[in-house]
């Protein structure tokens, strides 16, 4: 069996749904949560998403966002740093595209942006972020490390010198876990995870790999061909929402059901606008995809079965989203990305938000390491919105 999250029964999990750039504003989201959590001007000096959560999932665009704060361990605002550069860089069409059109290249089956220049961003960043490598570039860089010790340290991280980038997903050590969301070609759901799994072994993927087949949109990127003879697309085909792929995996691989879960935090990258059936072939077609990667129609079934009042998981699920401002976004307009965040501030400034947030956000940090700071941060979690301590909850304070 999988081994469970470090915090035993009682587990927090995150679930960011696919968007393309879009998920920028699921980052901003999770930047406000954490800042109810431990309210600090510098970012960097927050609490981390690996720190606050015991399982981080994701699909698509989601899913990079999974492997940025879970495997990489980013703090928000490298993430959001991070993310922010890579799109602008991904979506920028290539050259054949702009001179032939985007449906002439879509008819030939060639894809509208540079799946090499994506691959070598997603190695860069992996390189450059990664803590085994940061941990051992540490070493190496002090004065007082000798040959032997930096060979030692490399050794103990698994790290390869000539190809620092090449690291493994599958990461025992790590206390947050992840797994992220793909499909087969045959339209098979497949989990690449960053733990063992007790019922199928794992493909020995690393973690540049696994973040290119969450995020290998058809039209947009290439599958990934994996060297078994593979092929991997986007998970959001199927699951552009994975909250049913995470409780399922908590069932079956942890042995864990719903009552195990203190909170669970689903954050999606904007709703859609509602799609009509049209007569059209090429509508009708549009709506088909649209119906399939519907992550409304997955939040709304998750609800009924785990959230509805007298569920385990009733005042322990939330869900953010935002409502107005991101309905005609394209996931790959990343020039619309400028207008994100005052849109997700909006949103968030709602005092029903402002509510679910200080809610949530006192769940979250009932379990986590408490220093002074965050033991004078509960009025802030609570005041003016929450009303009572969720029950189950102790108070923080003196």
Not at 145 to 165: G, L, M, R, Y
Not at 333 to 351: C, D, E, F, G, I
Not at 363 to 388: F, H, M
Request: aromatic share 6%; proline share 6%; net charge neutral.
């Amino acid at each position: 069996m999988a081994t469970p999250p470090a915090r035993g029964a009682q587990i927090r999990v995150l679930c960011l749904d696919s968007g393309g750039v879009k998920v920028l504003s699921s980052l901003y989201i999770l930047e406000r949560l954490l800042y109810r959590i431990k309210p600090e001007d510098d970012p960097r000096q927050r609490i981390k998403p690996c720190d606050a959560f015991d399982i981080i999932v994701g699909s698509g665009m989601g899913g990079l966002l999974a492997i940025m704060l879970g495997v990489l361990e980013m703090d928000i605002q490298t993430c959001i740093e991070c993310f922010t550069s890579l799109a602008q860089d991904v979506y920028t069409p290539r050259r054949r595209t702009r001179v032939g059109g985007a449906l002439i290249h879509k008819l030939l089956g060639s894809t509208r942006y540079s799946t090499k220049r994506f691959q070598q961003l997603i190695r860069t960043m992996v390189r450059e972020n990664h803590p085994d490598i940061q941990h051992l570039q540490r070493v190496k860089e002090s004065s007082d490390a000798s040959e032997s010790q930096t060979k030692e340290d490399a050794t103990q991280t698994n790290i390869q010198v000539t190809e620092p980038e090449d690291l493994p997903m599958l990461e025992s050590k790590r206390r947050c876990k992840v797994f992220v969301c793909t499909m087969l070609e045959n339209r098979t759901p497949y989990r690449i995870r960053s733990y063992r799994s007790k019922y199928e072994p794992g493909l020995p993927m690393t973690v540049w790999e696994a973040a290119r087949a969450t995020t290998a949109t058809p039209g947009h990127f290439e599958p990934l061909n994996f060297k078994n003879m593979t092929t991997m697309h986007d998970g959001s085909f199927r699951n552009a929402n994975p909250v049913l792929e995470v409780m399922s995996e908590i069932e079956h691989e942890f042995g864990l059901r719903d009552i195990d879960i203190s909170c669970i935090v689903s954050i999606g990258a904007g709703v859609p606008k509602t799609t009509l059936l049209q007569d059209g072939l090429v509508d009708m077609a549009m709506a088909c995809v649209d119906i399939a990667s519907d992550a409304q129609a997955t939040e709304a079934l998750f609800r009924s079965t785990y959230a509805t009042p007298g569920k385990p998981l009733h005042e322990r699920y939330f869900r953010f989203e935002v409502e107005q401002g991101l309905q005609d976004v394209r996931a790959d307009q990343w020039k619309k990305m400028r207008n994100m965040w005052s849109v997700t501030t909006a949103y968030l400034n709602h005092p029903l938000r402002q509510e679910s947030l200080g809610k949530c956000a006192a769940l979250l940090a009932s379990d986590l390491p408490v220093g002074e700071a965050l033991k004078g941060s509960w009025s802030t979690l609570c005041n003016g919105y929450c009303g009572s301590v969720p029950e189950g909850v102790e108070s923080l304070g003196p």
